[in-house]
């Protein structure tokens, strides 16, 4: 059974139809200021995201032994992650992708042109794991690589070319046949820098510089950018056990810190939507003090006759109620529309606009701008209440 | 030690039946820029369940605010008054809600319904304020029918009734809480003569059903249907 008392704040908005429109139409505004600022925000953070954490995925484990040379003078190398460390570090990776990678610097010669740039031995397999190829494909015979794209371009290579492989004055070289190129992926946060660099089946690398149970590097690429934490603390506690054997590393830190200035911005642009429900509470806070003081008369007659003041102050709330959920619904409308559009517009890709971080920005705003008209309706609510029945009465 | 006396043996008298309503010494001082004004002058007075009286006196002499102390819609600023054996000042503002909901039914000179009720809810609104949900028993219809209001107009506005009509509303609604005190200020005030008496016919009739009826009016021939007149002059009871 309805509440008398939301009956008559009901009728009073229908009597005042274009006032209480008006009021509304700030909270609609007020809304969808909120709900589409949330939204666009959220959309930007998430595909910013989305877009960045296929770059810092990629945890990155080398030796933390550094092996010195009998040559006095040489270069200290690394000693490399061995057989038994990649094991412990497959065990503590669980289901994420664990990409064993051996590399070294090289001379070569392509046609009668020297050169200079890295070797990466990988297994064909795990090429296409983390890396794409522009053109031609993946290795296929044992004595096929793939080249990047700066060596491509310099050296005018083609799928099909013949690289061969060490010191210009040495014989009897290698030779690789290039099957693939890759794209420009400039300094790559893996820390495997294709650009001036030959790849080889690891089978051909072992093969040419032994080594096959050391590796120079193995990175783990982790499904889910948020356990990339806990999977480094699984290998770290596995392999790290007595002394630290392994460094590992990852590019996380540029996520939050890019991830932390978003949040700045989006809490930025909801505190310019907030300005416009500011906005709107004055304005229903305005047409509140006129209801109550267009009706000072009838609540006199209420009052007189054994309305309690608690009463009164109800039928002003479901007032300000009636006025926030029909600002909240119409807000509501307008923000799925205005959102999508501001979202596509703005970021040009809506992939994430239905989900919870964004989507809720609505619910919310339509909460908010509920709350801000009762909020709004207190004072008028609380003056009706206290009125005088006899000096209301008496206005006229 | 005599007022004491005095106040024992009135007391004394009246063991068999106590007055419904008895104003000691009640004066009423409205505090104006130009200095106070006594609307209502050290009046002591008693009324007796089921009287009919009528409360006279020019205009200004504080009728109405006479009306509005028994209505406790205001108390007096000295003195005591005392409603159905409670002490009107002794009591909390919910208090002096509920008996002006449950013990007092009201009849204004202009109805004063609420405008956006129907006639029937405006006779129904009592009964929710006192049951906190809407009547279910028919009682608001009873009632209004009682009072002789054509049920067809029962969906209309108060604006879309005749005078007469409205007070005829106006007195249905008093009465469905079953109050023990129906208060009228020139009921008839803004009625034509014939109306008037209609509703005047009604209001005995009330007494007659035993409730007690206290009417202000400036009009003998109104006053006439009370058994008792109290004049009012200058915020004094001059007669009674
Ligand atoms: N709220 C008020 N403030 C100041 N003076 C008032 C107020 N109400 C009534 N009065 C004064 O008290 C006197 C009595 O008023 P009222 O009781 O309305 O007289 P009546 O109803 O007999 O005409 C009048 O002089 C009036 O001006
Ligand atoms: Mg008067």
């Known amino acids: 059974m309805r509440d008398i008392f939301f009956d008559l704040s009901v009728r009073s908005v229908r009597l005042n139809f274009m006032r209480s429109l008006l009021a509304s139409i700030g909270i609609v505004i007020g809304v969808v200021a909120i709900s589409s600022m949330g939204m666009l925000g959220a959309n930007m953070q998430l595909s910013v995201k989305q877009q960045l954490s296929i770059d810092v995925n990629t945890i990155m484990i080398s030796s933390d032994v550094v092996r010195t040379s009998t040559t006095a003078g040489a270069p200290s190398t690394s000693q490399g992650v061995t057989k038994s460390q990649f094991n412990d570090i497959k065990n503590a990776a669980g289901t994420n992708v664990v990409i064993p990678i051996h590399r070294t610097n090289t001379q070569f010669t392509i046609g009668s042109t020297d050169g200079r740039g890295s070797i990466y031995g990988l297994e064909p397999d795990d090429i296409e794991k983390f890396l794409t190829i522009r053109v031609g494909e993946i290795p296929r015979g044992a004595n096929d690589a793939v080249v990047g794209s700066n060596l491509a371009t310099n050296f005018n290579l083609v799928v099909g070319t013949r690289i061969k492989i060490g010191p210009a004055n040495t014989e009897n070289r290698p030779t690789v046949r290039v099957s693939g190129i890759l794209p420009a992926r400039g300094f790559a946060s893996d820390g495997v820098n294709t650009d001036n660099a030959i790849i080889v089946p690891d089978t051909w690398y072992t093969n040419q510089y032994g080594d096959k149970d050391v590796y120079d590097q193995v990175n783990v690429i982790v499904k889910d950018v948020d356990t990339i934490g806990a999977v480094e603390t699984a290998i770290d506690e596995k392999v790290n056990r007595k002394t630290d054997v392994i460094r590992i590393n990852d590019a996380s830190g540029r996520l939050t810190s890019i991830t932390q200035t978003l949040g700045t911005i989006t809490t930025f642009i909801l505190a310019i939507g907030g300005i416009s429900l500011v906005v709107a509470a004055v304005s229903i806070f305005n047409v509140m003090m006129m209801s109550v003081n267009e009706r000072v008369h009838e609540i006199g007659i209420l009052l007189s006759i054994g309305t309690e003041k608690g009463e009164v102050r109800r039928m002003f709330l479901y007032e300000a109620f009636i006025l926030g959920l029909i600002g909240a619904v119409v807000g509501g409308i307008c923000s799925l529309v205005i959102g999508y559009s501001v979202v596509s517009a703005m970021i040009g890709n809506t992939t994430y606009f239905f989900m919870p971080d964004s989507i809720l920005y609505v619910p919310e705003g339509m909460v908010i701008g509920i709350v801000v008209c009762i909020v709004s309706g207190l004072y008028p609510a609380w003056k009706a209440s206290n009125m005088d029945p006899i000096d209301a009465l008496r206005s006229e | ?240």
């Open chain 2, 1 to 240: 030690m005599d007022n004491c006396k005095t106040e024992e043996e009135m007391k004394g008298s009246e063991m068999g039946e106590n007055p419904l309503i008895r104003l000691v010494d009640v004066s009423k001082v409205y505090r104006l820029e130009s200095g106070d004004f006594t609307a209502l002058n050290h009046v002591s007075l008693d009324i007796m369940e089921n009287e009919f009286v009528a409360i006279m006196g020019p205009s200004g002499s504080g009728k109405s605010t006479m009306l509005n102390q028994l209505g406790i819609l205001d108390v007096p600023t000295t003195g005591e008054l005392s409603i159905d054996g409670k002490n009107v000042s002794h009591m909390t503002n919910l208090e002096r809600t509920h008996m002006r909901r449950d013990t007092i039914g009201y009849v204004f000179q202009k109805f004063y319904l609420i405008p956006l009720l129907s006639a029937y809810e405006n006779v129904e609104y009592p009964l929710i304020l006192r049951y906190k949900h809407r009547d279910t028993t028919g009682k608001a219809a009873a009632v209004l029918k009682s009072v002789g209001f054509d049920e067809e107009m029962s969906s209309h506005r108060p604006s879309q009734l005749s005078g007469g009509q409205q007070q005829r509303v106006a007195i249905a609604r008093a009465l469905v809480n079953d109050p023990k005190i129906i208060l009228c200020d020139e009921p008839t005030g803004n009625l034509d003569r014939k109306t008037g008496i209609q509703i005047m016919d009604l209001l005995a009739g009330l007494h007659q059903k035993g409730k007690t009826v206290i009417l202000v009016t400036h009009d003998q021939k109104i006053a006439e249907y009370a058994h008792r007149t109290i004049q009012l002059d200058d915020g004094r009871v001059v007669g009674s």
